[in-house]
């Protein structure tokens, strides 16, 4: 008995074995939980609806559970299909002993399915506010999932779900110019970390990969910690835009680079990126920018597209703050240059120091320049400059050192520039040794062999004009010291503290004296030496309405020189005097100073309360002024000779009487001509020989504009007398009558009073003419004259005649 019932359980034993065995390798397939699943999804999601096939069940028995599972299955929601590829599960065969089908996990495998339908269903089950609006950026993708679900006993999803898989040719837009395509990558999400890998995607024509990408969810935040590259790649303006590093001055474009970086940063449940930090190393092939107004309004030939290539850099930002460090080569001209840089940007505050190596730049020679240099080539070159670059706190600065081609050879040069809120500021140091330098003004040249050295100082600005701290040229014998020379934007003088000035001039005489700021616009120049030759000569030959048109405002000057040249042997000395210029004219001037014999200089304007300006100038010598007129040469004055000058203008219209006493001439040209002519051989010998003298010469005349009106000519002599009028304008036309009259017959009708009236009406004295009556006219490359013998002579000059010779 016993044996009947161990043989039974043995059986029933190893059937259930056999059973167990079976169910739990080879399994059964059902429909019978189709609709019981069904119902279950639906309690949890009314929008879904699923197609079933029949069901595997295999059984677990270590853990008491049944495995479920089902292929080809179909998921719809709200329309869209998600294609299964399989759905697994687990059951607690307890569940089943109670009618109750209860899951512990659910393994589901996609097949290749819409990336937003498959966000759809997830929101469907967790419908956190990112999904929202990751499944509005979404525009396409190909997706496919296994996941793996836990669910606590009461069928609640846990968060140790597992999701695995695989994402083709997806595409995220965020806004209309920034958008995502041709996404690919591989991902393993573990409940709140999220792991991507081998990763590809294009960005605005950029293709870039990754080797990793991991995501972890803390709280409310998302953080990022990945790598990005790629390679041989042209960078836009829009992506230069979206990271935020896009600078006027430094616009790149056609840019064609390799990069490999490391970033993480942090985004919240409003998609607010946060600590974001990057850390890259760059290879910039080739790139352009265009050349910016900080140098295209200077320079010539440079490039309008500057071009680098082969950079390397290293770049980082973290906590708003870019740093970069590269070095590569530029292009400004015809070839590239070394070029080294550091940049830091932090909010809105760019720092940059930059080192640049520079072979050669050609640059256009200014005005300026030219004038005073007038030698220098049209183009200038510098060579073998370095210079260093630095932009810090909104301030430019360049520093530079270098030669410079300014004629022939190379001169070497160091130079500051800063730029800060619109104020330039300026310092260079340059030696000039091949080139001539031209002050004319001062009557100074530099001859092209001796060495020289100029040192400039100062700032601009638009506003307010030119600020020059101090102008130094500094050569053999010769120096120019200018200190705070301020020049207004109309180019116009508005202050100079001091001007120290001690040189040789053109006249090989010293020159040294003090141009000094006493208060206000006072001035005052002081000094032992001053050669005045040159600048009497252009005072003579100028307009004497010319406006000097350099000072912003009026000012008054004090004169006080030991020594003042006249010209090469005249000499005036103790010269003091007060100018007062307004509106850039000389409203009124005093001045004086006495020769080495004691005899006297002084010169006056003044402005009444009519307007009427009233010159004059009183020189015991009238040889040093006399002698620039080139028509008059050997000009000799006794020592009783004098030069008085009266002058009285209003409304543009001077009227003036010159007076020259006790002199004589070797030669007037001119005059000796006239007389030939005339066949007064012997007179014309004594204007070429020894001298002819005049003992009075007084002319009155007037000036408006360009015409000089002469009223009255008249010169006597021991020899000859003339009178002469007509008009003169400048530089078109020449129109002059006159006569002239040998002095024997002047003494012949003097000393013979009742002859007087036959020469008044007209009858001969002897049998010579009087003298010769003549006209001049055209224009002064052109003139014409005409000359006719006199046999009477007129009233007019008899009558100036006798005047002179009365108050002789």
Do not use: C, W
């Not at 960005?203 to 990969?209: D, E, G, L, P, Q």
């Amino acid at each position: 008995m016993s044996k009947k019932i161990l043989k039974s359980l043995s059986i029933i034993l190893g059937v259930f074995i056999l059973l167990i065995i079976y169910l739990s390798t080879v399994g059964i397939e059902t429909k019978k939980f189709n609709n019981k699943i069904q119902d279950l999804i639906r309690q949890k999601n009314d929008k879904l609806d699923t197609s079933l096939k029949k069901i595997k069940l295999t059984l677990d028995p270590l853990n008491f559970k049944i495995n479920a599972k089902t292929v080809d299955a179909k998921v719809t929601f709200k329309g869209k299909p998600i294609e299964l590829e399989y759905i697994k599960t687990q059951i607690p065969i307890n569940s089943l002993i109670k009618s109750q089908l209860i899951t512990s996990q659910i393994e589901i495998s996609t097949k290749s399915i819409l990336l937003k339908n498959f966000v759809s269903l997830i929101r469907s089950i967790n419908n956190r506010p990112e999904l929202f609006f990751l499944e509005q950026f979404i525009k396409k993708g190909y997706l496919v999932v296994d996941l793996k679900l836990n669910f606590d006993e009461f069928g609640a999803l846990k968060e140790d779900y597992i999701v695995k898989g695989l994402l083709r040719d997806g595409k995220v837009s965020f806004f209309k110019k920034n958008q995502l395509d041709k996404i690919n990558f591989l991902f393993n999400i573990r409940g709140n970390n999220f792991n991507f890998k081998d990763i590809s995607f294009n960005a605005n024509n950029i293709n870039f990969f990754s080797e990793r990408l991991n995501i972890k969810k803390n709280k409310k935040d998302y953080f990022f910690e990945g790598s990005l590259s790629n390679d041989n790649s042209s960078l836009s303006s829009e992506l230069l835009n979206i990271i935020q590093l896009r600078y006027p001055l430094f616009n790149l474009i056609n840019t064609n680079f390799n990069s490999k970086n490391d970033f993480s940063f942090s985004i919240n449940n409003k998609f607010k990126v946060k600590n974001l930090a990057i850390n890259s190393n760059i290879l910039i092939d080739r790139s352009q920018f265009k050349k910016n107004s900080l140098i295209s309004n200077n320079l010539i030939k440079i490039n309008d597209l500057i071009d680098l290539k082969d950079h390397k850099i290293k770049a980082s930002y973290s906590n708003n703050k870019l740093s970069i460090e590269g070095k590569g080569q530029i292009k400004l001209q015809n070839k590239f240059e070394l070029i080294d840089y550091v940049i830091t940007n932090k909010d809105s505050d760019l720092n940059l120091i930059s080192n640049l190596n520079l072979n050669e730049l050609d640059f256009k020679n200014q005005s300026l320049i030219k004038e005073y240099l007038p030698k220098t080539n049209d183009i200038l070159s510098l060579k073998d400059h370095k210079i260093k670059i630095d932009f810090n706190k909104n301030i430019l600065s360049l520093k530079g050192s270098g030669k410079i081609k300014l004629e022939n050879e190379l001169n070497k040069v160091e130079y500051l520039f800063s730029i800060k809120d619109k104020l330039y500021n300026f310092e260079t140091d340059l030696e000039i040794n091949d080139t001539n330098i031209d002050i004319d003004f001062l009557n100074y040249a530099k001859d092209k062999n001796f060495k020289s050295r100029l040192e400039i100082n100062g700032s601009y600005n638009k506003k307010l004009g030119i600020n020059f701290k101090k102008i130094s040229l500094l050569s053999k014998n010769n120096n120019f010291i200018i200190n705070n020379l301020i020049i207004d934007k109309t180019n116009k003088i508005a202050k100079v503290d001091k001007i120290d000035l001690n040189y040789f001039d053109n006249s090989n005489e010293k020159n040294k004296f003090v141009f000094s700021r006493t208060k206000n616009n006072y001035y005052k120049i002081n000094g032992s030496l001053f050669n005045a030759e040159s600048l009497i000569t252009k005072l003579l030959k100028s307009k004497d309405d010319k406006k000097f048109d350099i000072f912003k405002e009026d000012i008054n000057i004090k004169l006080d020189f030991s020594n003042v040249y006249l010209d090469k042997y005249n000499i005036v000395k103790d010269l003091n005097g007060n100018l007062q210029i307004v509106d850039n004219k000389l409203y009124q001037a005093e001045i004086s100073a006495i020769f080495d014999n004691n005899k006297n200089f002084k010169f006056t304007i003044n402005t009444n309360k009519n307007d009427e300006k009233i010159t004059t100038l009183y020189s015991s010598r009238a040889k040093p002024l006399v002698n620039r007129y080139k028509f008059i040469k050997g000009f000799e004055e006794t020592d009783e000779g004098y030069l008085d000058f009266y002058s009285i203008k209003k409304d543009r219209i001077s009227n003036s009487k010159l007076v020259i006493d006790n002199f004589k001439v070797k030669e007037i040209p001119v005059l000796a001509k006239l007389l030939t002519l005339a066949s007064l051989q012997g007179i014309a010998d004594l204007l070429t020989g020894e001298g002819v003298r005049f003992t009075d010469f007084e002319m009155n005349f007037t000036n408006k504009d360009k015409l000089m009106t002469i009223q009255e000519l008249y010169a006597i002599g021991p020899a000859i007398s003339i009178l002469i009028d007509g008009y003169i304008e400048e530089n078109n036309l020449i129109s002059l009558r006159g006569t002239l009259v040998p002095a024997t017959t002047i003494n012949r009708s003097i000393a013979s009073i009742p002859l007087l009236g036959d020469l008044l009406i007209g009858k001969k004295v002897g049998e010579g003419v009087f003298g010769v009556s003549f006209k001049v006219k055209g224009p002064p490359k052109n003139l014409k004259t005409t000359v006719n013998p006199i046999k009477t002579l007129t009233p007019r000059f008899i009558t100036r005649t006798l005047e002179k010779i009365k108050k002789n």
